[in-house]
Nanobody, 132 residues
Framework: QVHLVESGGGLVQTGGSLRLSCAAS????????MAWFRQTPGKERREFVA?????????YYADSVKGRFTISRDKAKNTMYLQMNNLKPEDTAIYYC????????????????????????WGKGIPVTVSS
């Protein structure tokens, strides 16, 4: 069984930065990619933020975060990161780490459905609050 644990969330002012981490543990951890999603209270769907392929390091971002957020991973530590810069109040959400074998692009995101959105593993989520 694979476990994902997020850390690094918190409260920051508009324009500030935070770095989220997602540590993966468990025997035989081997996935195509890891991704960040976020969800705001009252919204049924989680919003895709970014994905990184585990072995190749290719990345894909939602338009809303492109140029401000950077996803990365450290294979030796089985850890994924999300560097968030120039944060805006609309970035306020619970951020979830996920892992699985889905290639996210415009097409797959259009058909991805809750609760799993095709991913095999999920963390419990961590809050990020951006004050105006």
């Amino acid at each position: 069984q694979v476990h994902l644990v997020e850390s690094g969330g918190g409260l920051v002012q508009t324009g500030g930065s935070l770095r989220l981490s997602c540590a993966a543990s468990g025997r035989g951890f081997s996935v195509y990619g890891m991704a960040w999603f976020r969800q705001t209270p009252g919204k049924e769907r989680r919003e895709f933020v970014a994905e990184i392929t585990w072995w190749g390091g290719s990345t894909y971002y939602a338009d809303s975060v492109k140029g401000r957020f950077t996803i990365s991973r450290d294979k030796a530590k089985n850890t994924m990161y999300l560097q968030m810069n120039n944060l805006k109040p609309e970035d306020t959400a619970i951020y979830y780490c996920s892992a699985g074998n889905v290639v996210f692009d415009e097409s797959t995101l259009a058909t991805a459905t809750p609760p799993s959105y095709g991913m095999d593993y999920w963390g419990k989520g961590i809050p990020v609050t951006v004050s105006s």
